[in-house]
């Protein structure tokens, strides 16, 4: 009734209360960054519930990540208290494992299945890539899995693929060998891959009405937070959940599809190149005939300035409909804008104003650093370390990549889903027992002939023909996954303890022999991987508080689906640093977006690609508006890749944000300059002169301590960049040739005197690594450091 959604609908405009509010088969909210698209899916799936449309499982939410699926639980639960229980809220892949758990075995695969992340389906591709010769045709292990996840997304299998594909070409048969190899070989490990969870489904729905009929049935309202992002499979899965459930037969059945809503912002899609669609979004009219639309335009989350920064730069996109955010809290503070001489003097600026910006009140974990690739954060890191500023970076945590865990969490598997051989001979010989490779290819084959899995065979050492002491290290083995398979799954009938998983890991980490041989290598790197495995038997207790009734299986379906946002635990108190991906649909108080250079963002590789640059334009839009008030921009004027440093360049996007938001600490044109352009010439306000300026220009006198001066570039990029790059005064210190050899004795302009220990590189990229008297020790750049050889 009107008087149980009043609380609802406090404080919302308009068209949020519509979106709200609105009944009907298919509602589309369209919508830019931070006006509320969540908050209003949060809202409506609360007030279906609160009147009483729905039960709560006959909800199904799907968000981006399993983070971002918490937050809903909880924002609901917060909204209407504890009923939030039976709802569905998750991601696309959650969703999937959980009604393939249940209907696996529709279809030739058992519920017990295992997950193979891109890691294992790597390692899986590889071994087919090998076998095949595949490398022959210049089919890498890479490409081959590049191309048969995007085949998967689009919904294409291993025989549809063959139909289609040019056979006569040499390379295309032996890829599609491959495919139909590979799927095989999922299938006799009782496996799936992370597309293969949705594609799989989709197919279950297909082939299998009647499944699909239940779910189609059950799943009442469904919902979809930013649908941008989706692709073709999870596009089809959403189609088939909103078909009309079959009549049963019977005609009395008049079942109504479910009701969809979905939410979006075409400008925020970033994953075209995982096959996202932004055609789902605009075609969504189309495939839903008589569907609402909603748009919403006030952003609640921003400053104006910020708006208006973020509002230019997409308006550079030419393929979409013009909208334009607008906020009522003001204009806020200007953007601040930084260049350091290199990616650790850009680095110290973040870690001075994040600490700045704390002793004015915004807690840290208010506070968050994004770039565009995962490497940038190395330099932050040790700044950031050195500086004593907690951090924490989201989805970067390769924990589970980790050697030992991937160890330990195969022999999970093996007792978990025993058909999964790649984990079984994962942990053949880990520790090391003796096995070698003909030892693992005579079980192999004698699996074969005998029509068992691999895991039994190690049941029937006699029968291998291989020496007593393997034949007993072997028996131990089995033995010992035996014993961890009685505990975490008693026999039918029985209940595992809700400490099952932490009780099995033990034991099998122990009795193994794993964590002996570790304890007792000499290799100090032994002792944190100890360390790791303590910490993964302490995410299995927590896993057993949060699961009481959770299994091994659930156990590992959750660290399979731990995805780029979500982490072990949480980011309270720490200063959040993850790529401009990681970061959609969050919101800090304070923002810093490092690395704005040509080549990072837009990124080179997709710099070249057609629509390229309009997502990475997209990318950079999701990044700025993640903002509340405080926006910063950064980038370095040399950055160290791959081993190499070279000069950067300001990003193009920069050069879209209207000058005058931005109050540059250190402009590009200071850092090239000696003494020369000051940023109040460049954007007609004044510096603030936070005091983080070198002053010294180029000549490498950072404060910082930043050891090499950066390189100007030689060819800049033409277009966008000209106007910027005019503001780069050309004159530059040239030394020419100047010759150097270790001895000579040199003088800085800033450093003073020193003397050159070592001479490294060649022609303009020659280095010296000089001994200053006072300074210490420094590189330079031969050709243009300001020296004159004594
Ligand atoms: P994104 O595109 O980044 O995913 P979004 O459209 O999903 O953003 P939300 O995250 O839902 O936006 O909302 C942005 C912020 O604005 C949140 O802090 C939310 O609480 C707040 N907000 C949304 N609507 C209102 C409102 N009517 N009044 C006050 N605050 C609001
Ligand atoms: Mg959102």
């Known amino acids: 009734g009107a008087r149980l959604d009043e609380d609802l609908l406090a404080g919302l405009n308009e068209p949020q209360r519509e979106a709200v509010t609105y009944r009907g088969p298919a509602l589309l909210i369209v919508a830019g960054a931070g006006s509320g698209k969540t908050s209003v899916l949060t809202r409506r799936i609360a007030s279906l519930l609160r009147a009483r449309e729905a039960w709560p499982s006959q909800i199904l939410a799907i968000t981006f990540t399993n983070k971002a699926a918490g937050e809903m639980r909880e924002r609901v639960r917060g909204l209407i208290g504890d009923v939030a229980q039976g709802m569905w809220i998750s991601t696309f892949h959650s969703a999937c494992v959980r009604i393939l758990r249940r209907e696996a075995e529709q279809f030739g695969f058992t519920k017990n299945f295992t997950i193979y992340d891109s890691g294992d389906s790597r390692a899986l591709i590889k071994r087919l890539v090998k076998e095949h010769e595949a490398d022959a045709f210049g089919l890498t292990p890479a490409s081959v899995q590049g191309r048969i996840s995007k085949l998967k997304n689009e919904l294409a299998d291993a025989e549809s693929f063959a139909r289609s594909a040019n056979l006569s070409d040499p390379a295309e048969r032996v890829f599609a060998e491959l495919f139909a190899d590979y799927q095989r070989a999922l299938q006799r490990a009782n496996a799936f891959d992370f597309d293969d969870l949705i594609g799989q489904t989709v197919y279950l729905f297909r082939a299998f009405p009647h499944v699909a009929d239940v779910y189609r049935r059950r799943f009442r309202h469904i919902l979809v937070d930013e649908y941008q992002d989706t692709n073709h499979a999870q596009y089809a899965l959403i189609h088939e959940l909103t078909r009309p459930p079959g009549d049963g037969g019977t005609l009395l059945d008049e079942t109504e599809p479910a009701s969809l809503t979905v939410v979006g912002d075409s400008d925020q899609s970033i994953y075209a190149f995982r096959g996202a669609d932004i055609r789902n979004i605009t075609e969504f009219e189309r495939d839903y005939p008589g569907a609402k639309v909603v748009l919403l335009e006030q952003n609640y989350r921003s400053t104006q300035t910020i708006l208006d920064a973020a509002n230019a730069v997409i308006g550079n996109n030419f393929d979409r409909k013009d909208k334009k955010l607008w906020t009522d809290v003001g204009l806020g503070d200007p953007i601040i804008g930084f260049t350091g001489y290199s990616q650790h003097d850009e680095a110290q600026f973040v870690a001075d104003e994040v600490e700045a910006l704390r002793r004015r009140g915004i807690p840290y974990s208010e506070m968050a650093v994004f770039y565009r690739t995962n490497s940038q954060s190395r330099a932050l890191e040790e700044i950031f370390i050195r500086a004593a500023v907690p951090y924490k970076i989201m989805g970067g945590t390769k924990f589970y990549d980790r050697a030992e865990i991937k160890d330990a969490l195969a022999y999970l598997i093996a007792v978990a889903n025993p058909a999964d051989e790649l984990s079984v001979r994962r942990i053949l010989n880990r520790p090391r027992r003796g ?39 072997i028996a131990q083995l089995d033995a010992v996954l035996a014993e961890a398979t009685a505990i975490m799954l008693p026999a039918s009938g029985e209940v595992a303890a809700p400490t099952s998983v932490t009780a099995g890991l033990t034991v099998l980490l122990n009795k193994s022999g794993y964590l002996d041989a570790l304890r007792r290598s000499k290799d100090p790197q032994d002792e944190a991987r100890v360390e790791n495995l303590d910490e993964l038997v302490a995410v299995t207790r927590e896993f057993a508080r949060g ?47 490092t690395g704005v250079e040509e080549d990072l963002i837009p990124h080179r590789i997709s710099a070249g690609e057609p629509g390229g640059p309009q997502e990475e334009r997209r990318l950079f839009y999701v990044a700025l508006t993640r903002a509340r008030k405080k926006l910063h921009v950064s980038l370095a004027m040399t950055r ?40 109040r010439a460049l954007n007609g306000r004044p510096s603030t002169g936070s005091g983080t300026g070198a002053g010294g220009g180029w000549s490498g006198g950072s404060r910082y301590g930043d050891d090499l001066v950066p390189l100007p570039k030689r060819e800049r990029p033409a277009g966008d960049l000209t106007k910027f790059a005019n503001r780069i005064p050309a004159k530059v210190r040239d030394n020419g040739d100047l010759e150097l050899a270790p001895g000579d004795r040199i003088r800085h302009d800033d450093f003073g005197e020193g003397r050159v220990d070592m001479v490294t590189g060649e022609g303009a990229k020659r280095v010296a690594h000089v001994r200053f008297d006072t300074a210490g020790p420094k590189k330079l750049l031969i050709k243009i450091a300001p020296i004159s050889k004594l």
């Not at 192999?444 to 006699?462: C, H, K, M, P, W």
């Not at 959040?576 to 990681?582: A, E, F, G, N, R």
């Open 435 to 473: 096995i070698g490779d003909v030892t693992e290819t005579a079980i192999a084959r004698y699996a074969q002939e005998e029509g068992i899995t691999f895991r039994d065979a190690l049941a029937n050492v006699s029968a291998l023909g291989v020496g007593p002491k393997i034949q007993q290290a």
């Open 547 to 593: 699961n009481p009734e959770g299994t091994v299986l659930d156990f590992l379906t959750e660290v399979a689906l731990v995805s780029d946002a979500d982490d072990l635990d949480d980011a309270s108190g720490t200063v959040s640093l993850m790529t401009m991906h990681t970061a959609k649909g969050l919101e800090y108080d304070a923002v810093f977006v």
């Open 640 to 679: 160290a890749q791959f081993g190499e440093v070279s000069a950067a360049m300001p990003s193009r996007f920069l050069q879209e944000i209207p000058h005058a938001l931005i109050d540059w600490r250190q402009s590009p044109g200071d850092v090239n300059s000696r003494g020369g352009m000051k940023s």
